[in-house]
């Protein structure tokens, strides 16, 4: 009789209750992994991964700022630009720009046309809404006719480089849709002429964006 307590105490208990906790466990893992939390948690992480390697084409339109001497020559006005998108990884893009804008102020004019690459960095995502930061270089060929002594004179057009910030947010409609904002400030380096002084300015856009995805 002894024994059998003995074997009860010692042996058959803590082997129950090592199963029992082992099952207890398990099925409480097993909730974990079939719940509904976990499945939108998986569900998000395939949806970003799904994201990534998209090209995306897009139009920018908004306001022009002339500034500096661009300013003297030329006045503010609605432009729009010619964007492209690359999503390149969870954090950051390649964000390439061509735009071209003549911008006249009585007889004279600024002219403005730019292709240049940005590198884009999304600080976070708040469903489908990402803040983002651009930093990047490009070329850059202004032209201006302005007043030299008693003449209107045309600059030589040039092509420099020059560089370029902004930052923005972009809300995603759907897999193939998002709208945006996206503000900028454009440096050209100085343009020298053989006469009279060197072309020199820069200038500023905000504009509202709209990009198409696919593959």
């Known amino acids: 009789?002894?024994?059998?307590?003995?074997?009860?105490?010692?042996?058959?208990?803590?082997?129950?209750?090592?199963?029992t906790g082992i099952s207890v466990f398990a099925k409480s893992k097993i909730q974990n992994l079939t719940s509904s939390e976990s499945a939108s948690q998986v569900a998000t992480q395939m949806s970003s991964y799904s994201d990534l390697q998209k090209h995306s084409v897009g139009i920018g339109v908004g306001q022009t700022f002339v500034a500096g001497d661009f300013g003297d020559t030329g006045e503010d006005k609605i432009t729009w630009d010619l964007l492209y998108n690359y999503t390149a990884s969870y954090s950051f893009d390649l964000l390439v720009d061509f735009h071209h804008s003549k911008q006249s102020f009585a007889n004279t004019y600024t002219q403005l046309t730019s292709l240049n690459m940005g590198f884009k960095s999304k600080f976070y995502q708040i469903?489908?809404?990402?803040?983002?930061?651009?930093?990047?270089?490009?070329?850059?060929?202004?032209?201006?006719?302005?007043?030299?002594?008693?003449?209107?004179?045309?600059?030589?057009?040039?092509?420099v480089f020059g560089y370029h910030l902004g930052?923005?947010?972009?809300?995603?409609?759907?897999?193939?849709?998002?709208?945006?904002?996206?503000?900028?400030?454009?440096?050209?380096?100085?343009?020298?002429?053989?006469?009279?002084?060197?072309?020199?300015?820069?200038?500023?856009?905000?504009?509202?964006?709209?990009?198409?995805?696919?593959?």
């Open 167 to 215: 930052g923005g947010g972009d809300l995603k409609l759907n897999d193939k849709m998002t709208v945006g904002l996206y503000a900028s400030y454009h440096n050209p380096f100085d343009v020298k002429q053989e006469v009279g002084p060197q072309v020199e300015g820069r200038y500023y856009k905000l504009l509202i964006t709209a990009f198409y995805t696919f593959q």
């Open 1 to 19: 009789m002894k024994s059998k307590i003995n074997f009860v105490t010692k042996i058959l208990m803590p082997v129950v209750l090592l199963t």
């Open 127 to 159: 469903d489908n809404f990402s803040p983002f930061a651009v930093a990047g270089l490009g070329f850059y060929a202004p032209k201006v006719r302005r007043q030299i002594g008693n003449d209107l004179v045309e600059s030589k057009t040039k092509l």
